[in-house]
């Protein structure tokens, strides 16, 4: 699997030469980073073997809940991810998490950290209301447009 600090890289070069489009090939992998008017999207098939996929009863916990079916969401609304970068819940590992599920949120409120190339950027809610479901957990990779949270409006 690619290292998403050289990811990260790849990204920062493509917007300091201002780059649309990246392709990468070696024996184990191919990685295809394109930039659009709305931000970079990112596909990284792999040719080699990959594990089988993680289970709920792999993983355990609430945070790992299946995604919600479409009767779940009806009425939220999505807080999405502005870029690509890691989704941090918390300021930082001994805090507790900025938001959680049945926290009331307003525009300015502060939900995550995204960290891009080293720079950790505060996501606001944009939404006031009730935080209904969080759909990453803290350290995971996120991609532009990525839905984080699902919030139903007051």
Do not use: W
């Not at 290292?3 to 070069?13: F, G, M, N, P, Q």
């Not at 493509?14 to 191919?30: F, G, I, S």
């Not at 980073?33 to 609430?62: E, Q």
């Amino acid at each position: 699997m690619i290292d998403i600090r050289k990811l990260k890289e790849l990204v920062r070069l493509m917007v300091e030469n201002d780059l649309a489009e990246l392709d990468l090939k070696d024996q184990e992998e191919t990685v295809t980073i394109k930039r659009g008017v709305a931000g970079p999207v990112v596909s990284a098939p792999v040719t080699r073997a990959m594990p089988a996929p993680m289970t709920d009863s792999d993983i355990g916990g609430p945070e790992h809940a299946p995604p919600p079916t479409a009767a779940d969401t009806s009425g939220l609304v999505a807080i999405e991810s502005p870029m690509v970068g890691t989704f941090y819940s918390s300021p930082n590992p001994d805090s507790p998490p900025f938001v959680s599920i049945g926290a009331a949120v307003s525009n300015d409120s502060v939900v995550c950290l995204i960290e891009a190339m080293k720079v950790f950027n505060e996501i606001k809610a944009e939404i006031t209301g009730t935080i209904e479901r969080i759909l990453v957990n803290s350290g995971d990779a996120v991609e532009f447009g990525q839905k984080l949270f699902l919030v139903r409006p007051a």
